[in-house]
C-alpha cells in the first residue's frame, strides 16, 4: 500500500491553519465539535476545495470567526452539504453518515437485504405512478426462498400503488409485501399503450443482514466451437476472500480453455479502485507495470505528489493479489455489459482498458462517476485508529478523479456503448443463458453469426434501483492511504 510520507508537511501546514482552535477534548461531544471534524477534512481532503469559498485556508482570521461559522450549521450533515460543489452537476456523490460501523460493513459486503434487485419504470414522463421489475435474486435470502424471478412486475407495496412520492419509504420497510403484476403490450409493438395489469398474487419478503458475493454467474460457454467465458459481477467490494474468489474464478476460465470473455456489469454500482485494478488485470495479464489509471487531487495534494514522488499517483497493472499470481486471460479484446447502474469502478475498468485493448462495450450508457472517495474519521490523523469515541459520524468525501493512461476523465454523462441495446423490461431474458439478450448481442459479435432476435430502438424509463434505496450505493473508493506519523 502506498505510504505518502511526503505528505506529512502538507498535512501538518493544512491543520495549522486552524492550529489556534481548541479541539474541546475536556467536554462532551458537541455539535461544534463535530462540525470541526467536518470542516477540518473537507479543507484538507476535498477534491473541489478550490471551488468552495468556505473550505480557503484562510477563509477565518481568529477562533472566534470560526466558532461562529460552525455555530451556524445545527447539524453536520447541514455543514457538509453546505461545503459540497455543485451538487447536480459536479458531485453528485460524497456523503456523510452518523453511523460508520455500517459504512464498514457495506465495504465488506454486509448490507440488509431481502434479495430482490429491481429498477423502477414509468410509462411516460407524466406518469407519477412507479412499477417494480425484478432484475436478479440474490441467493440464500428470502426473495429465493419465496420464489422470486427475475422479470417479476410488481405495481405495490402492502397493497399501496408505488409512486414517485412513496417509494422511497415503502421499499425501505424490513418488511413488506410485493403486489405483483403481468405486463401487458396490448397487442402492439409500441410502448405508448403499455400497461401493467394488477394480479391478487402477492409475495412477503423479509430483510437480513447479508453479505452478498459479487459474483453471481460465472460460466464458460461453448457456442461454435468459441470457448466464451462469462462472468456477472455485481460490485468490487474489495474484501480478501473475494479478491480470492475472483482469481480462482479467472483460474477456471483458464482451465476451462476460455478464448473470450463476456464481462457483465450491467448492475455493478462500482467500489474498491484496487479490485478494479485487479480485474483489469485478470483480463489482460501482458501489461503488468503499465499505467492503468492515474489520479488527480485537489491542487495542495497534486503538487506535494508531484515534487516528491509522481508515481505515488499512478496505480499500473500488477500481476499478483498479496503475493498471489494472477489467473490472467491474456486477452486482446473483452466484451463488457453495461446499463445505467454500472458505475465509478465499473467505468474504470472500461476507460482504463480501452487504450491496451479493443472494449466492446454493448448496452446503454454508464453512470457518470470518474471520481473516488476514502472515509475519513474524527481522528487526528482522520484513520481509524484514535477515532473521538463520543459520536460515529464519518464522512465519504470525493478526494480525486481518475483518468486513463491517455487523460481520458470526465465522463460525466457516462460511457457510451459501442452496441447500444436496452433491457427489455417484459423480455429480460435469463442470466448467463445464451440467448438472453444483451449476452446474445455479445456472442453474435464474437461468434460473427447474426441476430434472431429483433431489438427495439425505444425503452421505458427506468427512474430508479435497488440500489437507490441502500446507502453507500454507487462509490468509488480506496483504502485510507494518509501520512504516516
Request: charged content about 20%; glycine content about 6%.
Amino acid at each position: 500500500m502506498k505510504k505518502f510520507k511526503a505528505l506529512i508537511l502538507l498535512f501538518t501546514i493544512s491543520l495549522f491553519t486552524v492550529s489556534c482552535f481548541e479541539d474541546h477534548d475536556d467536554i462532551p461531544v458537541s455539535t461544534e465539535e463535530i462540525n470541526d471534524f467536518v470542516w477540518k477534512g473537507m479543507n484538507l481532503f476535498y477534491l473541489y476545495k478550490a471551488d468552495v469559498a468556505n473550505l480557503a485556508n484562510d477563509r477565518f482570521s481568529s477562533e472566534a470567526e470560526y466558532n461562529d461559522y460552525l455555530n451556524n450549521f445545527q447539524w453536520p450533515e447541514n455543514l457538509f452539504e453546505s461545503l459540497i460543489y455543485n451538487r447536480e452537476s459536479v458531485d453528485r456523490f460524497s456523503w456523510i453518515v452518523d453511523d460508520y460501523i455500517a459504512l464498514e460493513q457495506f465495504f465488506d459486503g454486509v448490507v440488509t437485504n431481502n434479495g430482490m434487485e429491481y429498477q423502477l419504470f414509468r410509462f411516460s414522463s407524466t406518469d407519477t405512478n412507479r412499477y417494480g421489475v425484478v432484475t436478479h435474486v440474490l441467493p440464500n435470502t428470502s426473495a429465493e426462498t419465496q420464489g422470486v424471478k427475475r422479470g417479476d412486475i410488481f405495481y405495490g407495496i402492502d397493497g399501496n400503488q408505488l409512486t414517485a412520492n412513496n417509494a422511497s419509504q415503502l421499499l425501505s420497510l424490513d418488511s413488506y409485501t410485493i403486489n405483483l403484476g403481468s405486463y401487458d403490450t396490448n397487442g402492439t409493438e409500441e410502448l405508448s399503450d403499455d400497461s401493467i395489469t394488477p394480479t391478487t398474487e402477492t409475495i412477503s419478503l423479509n430483510k437480513i443482514q447479508y453479505t452478498e458475493n459479487p459474483i453471481l454467474v460465472s460460466d464458460v460457454l461453448n457456442v461454435n466451437s468459441t470457448n466464451i467465458a462469462y462472468l456477472m459481477y455485481n460490485g468490487f467490494t474489495g474484501t480478501e476472500q473475494f479478491n480470492q474468489e475472483l482469481n480462482s474464478t479467472f483460474g477456471s476460465f483458464k482451465n476451462s480453455g476460455a478464448t473470450e470473455l463476456v464481462l457483465d456489469l450491467r448492475y455493478n454500482p462500482g467500489g474498491s479502485v484496487y479490485t478494479a485494478i485487479m480485474l483489469g488485470s485478470l483480463v489482460t495479464g501482458q501489461f503488468t507495470g503499465e499505467i492503468f489509471s492515474t489520479e488527480q487531487w485537489n491542487a495542495e495534494f497534486q503538487q506535494a505528489f508531484e515534487n516528491e514522488d509522481p508515481e505515488l499517483i499512478i496505480n499500473r497493472f500488477i500481476d499478483n493479489n498479496d503475493g498471489t499470481p494472477l489467473n490472467s486471460l491474456n486477452l486482446s479484446k473483452v466484451y463488457v455489459l453495461t446499463t445505467g447502474r454500472s458505475a465509478s469502478a465499473s467505468e474504470l475498468i472500461i476507460n482504463s482498458l480501452r487504450p491496451y485493448i479493443e472494449v466492446v462495450q454493448i448496452g446503454t450508457s454508464t453512470a457518470g462517476k470518474y471520481q473516488a472517495s476514502t472515509t475519513l474519521y474524527d481522528s487526528p490523523n482522520f484513520r481509524r485508529e484514535g477515532v473521538n469515541p463520543n459520536h460515529t459520524y464519518a464522512m465519504q468525501p470525493l478526494i480525486f478523479k481518475s483518468a486513463n493512461v491517455n487523460g481520458v476523465s470526465d465522463y460525466f454523462d457516462g460511457l457510451s456503448p459501442d452496441i447500444a441495446i436496452g433491457e427489455q423490461i417484459n423480455n429480460l431474458g435469463i442470466l448467463g443463458d445464451e440467448n438472453e439478450p444483451l449476452l446474445a448481442e455479445a456472442i453474435a459479435n464474437i461468434t460473427g453469426s447474426s441476430r434472431a432476435l429483433k431489438q427495439k430502438t425505444e425503452y421505458l424509463e427506468i427512474t430508479n434501483g435497488s440500489e437507490d434505496f441502500r446507502p453507500f450505493e454507487k462509490g468509488m473508493y480506496v483504502e485510507n492511504r494518509f501520512p504516516n506519523f
